[in-house]
């Protein structure tokens, strides 16, 4: 199975700072990564697919970079609503598999 | 609009059964795959199966294979995840999830349920 390893699992940041998470893929898996931010209580939203794609109705601030085995995610001006949990799936073998998640927290 | 709606969690004893349905609505069921995701309480999220539009491929994580069953009835626009020899480590909420694509590969996950809490517990 191809192992996801995603960073940090957790950081702490400021409104307006740029947030940078990676994923690490343990062998190629093209563009076939795909991020998803899932709030407290909440179901997950897709945020990018293919890597770097960002869906209909994602704010602009989000954008995502990579290929190959490693990936990124970036908040370019992290704002209020984007305190969460993300997590990079990886859709270019079977079985599919998520990274661990990283936590998005108020410093 | 989409909507995916679970049902059928419960709790249940270690080496138990328990069937989860998934009632879809919204979009033309029988050409998208359908996936069951979990997550167990304060974790990630863990895939666990999937069934191609047509019911005629499935796949499964590691950890399930040979004890949870996937299957669907596209005249009932129903998937279901069939549940035995359930352990501890199958606690979690099951969601059901909308494939962007027939395929299990190289598509995304679109539409989410709400999710269904399976407790296996004595």
């Known amino acids: 199975a191809v192992r996801m390893t995603q960073s940090p699992s957790s950081l702490s940041a400021s409104i307006g700072d740029r947030v940078t998470i990676t994923c690490r893929a343990s062998?190629?898996?093209?563009?076939?990564l795909a991020w998803y931010q899932q709030k407290p209580g909440k179901v997950p939203n897709l945020l990018i697919s293919?890597?770097?794609t960002v869906q209909s109705g994602v704010p602009l601030r989000f954008s995502g970079s990579g290929s190959g085995t490693d990936f990124t995610l970036t908040i370019s001006s992290l704002q209020s609503e984007d305190f969460a949990t993300y997590y990079c799936?990886?859709?270019?073998?079977?079985?599919?598999?998520f990274g661990g998640g990283t936590k998005v927290e108020i410093k | 609009q989409v909507q995916l709606v679970e049902s059928g969690g419960g709790v249940v004893q270690p080496g138990g059964s328990l069937r989860v349905s998934c009632a879809a609505s919204?979009?033309?069921?029988?050409?998208?795959?359908m996936h069951w995701v979990r997550q167990a309480p304060g974790k990630g999220l863990e895939w666990v199966a999937f069934?191609?539009?047509?019911?005629?491929?499935?796949y499964y994580a590691d950890s399930v294979k040979g004890r949870l069953t996937i299957s669907r009835d596209n005249s009932k626009n129903m998937v279901y995840l069939q549940m035995n020899s359930l352990r501890g480590d199958d606690t979690g909420v099951y969601y059901c999830?909308?494939?962007?694509?027939?395929?299990?590969?190289?598509?995304?996950?679109?539409?989410w349920g709400q999710g269904t809490l399976v407790t296996v517990s004595s």
């Open positions: 999830v909308k494939c962007t694509g027939g395929e299990v590969l190289l598509n995304d996950f679109d539409y």
């Open positions: 919204g979009f033309t069921f029988s050409s998208y795959g």
């Open positions: 069934i191609r539009y047509d019911g005629s491929n499935k």
């Open positions: 062998q190629d898996i093209g563009s076939y």
């Open positions: 293919g890597a770097s």
């Open positions: 799936l990886q859709s270019y073998n079977n079985p599919l598999t």
